[in-house]
């Protein structure tokens, strides 16, 4: 059956635009319901239970009584958690050994979206069978359980998130002396994060915590991490640290306002890893991350392997080689000795225990990989059909990585919703990446419209 509803990260889209209505909340509620109430395990009271929780979108609340009432219909106890980070949920669908937990959120996207991820028993993403047989069930009529569910409120899911975040970390750890300033994006870790590492000690001042279920997103968080690039500067911070929306992806901010993204951060935990806790076994980055990235590891004899873009796909990596790290540029960093899946709070404890444990300022431990220049175009075509196997693309590609040798690579990469196909070129030299990627790009054009 091919997939029509779920994504590598769940279903998502424009509120009030296909299948992202209140109707289809209420069948996916019943659906959801019906599979997950045929599995064992996760009862309560004789019933199975299911977990939801939701970022600060102000579509979150209809959703969410949607999904409630069609899995009440099904037959399912729903535990109320709340606005609280998509890791939160995992981590409390673990907890409380519920049947599944469901996130009501669009991630980094704007307020206008909104979407759905699910998460398995053990806090992990489900099964492709799951889903398939989720989207089965769609199709099935709805009808009244006999044995309703019932909704109850999780009022101390935020304690216990906050806890589970700073035991994270070594008994003892302190970030006593460290001055934070924190961009909660007016997503779900805005009444989560602050109290994190203010507990561990840290002196904190926050923005990006007055949300008002519009603003999500909004000029501010990972996506737009130019409100607290100043802020760190204004307030003569150490560094700052930004979430996005939903809180499972995490951006640093050093105390010269320059920008860190997930490639210099999992680097910097590496590095921690290798020196101070016995090693690192290896680490996952994606098509995407920068080759300096590759090189720096490579030079200290850690392992590294790419996987294609997306967390399913960096998580199904790291569990075949057996390593417990790996991430995206974009932040969502995955520390599997700690949690489940991309957790923003967690993995920015753990580049603080490198800062603390190194005893240098973020600025100077960054340096130690030297992140290489990249430049890609989206070359729009008529049509991509046998374009990147065309002779004169693979030779344009040939000639482009003979002039880099080993001191860059080419990537050419469909884009999986639009028209496009992303060229994109890394390399010791600027002016010679730019070069190159004019160039493969003017061929793919041409091949591809013609």
Known sequence: MARQYFGTDGIRGRVGEGVITPDFMLRLGYAAGKVFGEMAGGRRGGRPSILIGKDTRVSGYMFEAALE????????????????????????????????????????????????????AEG???????????EAAL?????????????????????????????????????????????????????????????????VSSIGVSPDGHNINLECGSTKPGQLQRAVLERGADLGIAFDGDG????????????????QLLFIIAMHRQQFLGGCNGVVGTLMSNYGFELALRERGIPFERAKVGDRYVLE????NGWTLGGESSGHIICADATTTGDGIVSALQALRAVCDFGEPLHLLKGRMKMLPQHMINVRLAHRDGVLDHADVKA???????????????????????????????????????????????????????
């Not at 099964?127 to 047989?133: F, I």
């Not at 499972?248 to 490639?263: K, N, S, Y």
């Not at 469909?414 to 600027?430: F, H, Q």
């Open 69 to 120: 009432a069609g899995l009440i219909n099904a037959g399912v106890d729903v535990g109320l958690l709340g606005p609280m980070p998509t890791p939160a949920i995992a981590y409390l669908t673990r907890t409380f050994h519920a049947r599944a937990g469901i996130v009501i959120s669009a991630s980094h996207n704007p307020y206008q979206d909104n979407g759905i991820k699910f998460f398995s």
């Open 124 to 134: 992990s993403k489900l099964p492709d069978q799951v889903e398939l047989d989720i």
């Open 139 to 203: 199709a099935l009529p709805m009808s009244t359980s006999p044995d309703l569910g019932k909704a109850w409120r999780i009022d101390d899911a935020a304690a216990r998130y906050i806890e589970f975040c700073k035991a994270s970390t070594p008994w003892g750890f302190s970030l006593d002396g460290l001055k934070i300033v924190l961009d909660c994006a007016n997503g779900a870790t805005y009444h989560i994060a602050p109290k994190v590492f203010r507990e561990l000690g840290a002196t």
């Open 248 to 263: 499972d992806r995490v951006l640093f901010v050093d105390q010269e306002g320059e920008l860190l993204d997930g490639d």
């Open 317 to 320: 990596r790291m569990q075949s």
């Open 396 to 450: 344009a590609v040939s000639e482009a990585e003979s002039q880099l040798a080993d001191s860059g690579r080419v990537l050419l990469r469909p884009s999986g919703t639009e028209p496009l196909i992303r060229v994109m070129v890394e390399g010791r030299d600027s002016a010679q990446v730019e070069r190159l990627a004019k160039q493969i790009s003017t061929v793919v054009e041409r091949v591809g419209n013609e």
